[in-house]
């Protein structure tokens, strides 16, 4: 089972991008019943909690360091989670990873996450 990350990309900073993370598949509603969380890991540093969503998508929560600039979202029909970045900064370059909870609601715990996806590339230039 494999979850996939994309939309991720090179953007000078101030500006925006959207990544996508779906499962592969016939198994693209398995996580339909997870919550989703967002991460990112820059060179050198630990995997950095972004913030996640429900099962259900009614409920949100964010990294304090980021509230205001991100924003998660889900599409129960398409089982697809969404961050929209805004005002992008240097510090923001990373690997981006979306993971399944295994739970329906969220954490900023790596281990409580059970898949992963690969991790999509995030450069911001300045």
């Known amino acids: 089972v494999q979850l996939q990350a994309s939309g991720g990309g090179m953007v000078q900073a101030g500006g925006s991008l959207r990544l996508s993370c779906a499962a592969s598949?016939?198994?693209?509603?398995?996580?339909?019943?997870?919550?989703m969380g967002w991460f990112r890991q820059a060179p050198g540093k630990e995997r950095e909690f972004i913030g996640g969503?429900?099962?259900?998508?009614?409920?949100?929560v964010y990294g304090d360091s980021l509230k205001g600039r991100f924003t998660i979202s889900r599409d129960i029909v398409k089982n697809a989670v969404y961050l929209e970045m805004n005002s992008l900064k240097p510090d923001d370059t990373a690997v981006y990873y979306c993971?399944?909870?295994?739970?329906?609601?969220?954490?900023?715990?790596?281990?409580?996450?059970?898949?992963w996806g690969q991790g999509t590339q995030v450069t911001v230039s300045s």
């Open positions: 969503i429900s099962w259900k998508g009614e409920s949100t």
């Open positions: 598949g016939r198994m693209s509603r398995m996580f339909s019943n997870n919550g």
């Open positions: 993971a399944a909870h295994r739970g329906s609601y969220y954490s900023a715990s790596v281990s409580d996450y059970a898949y």
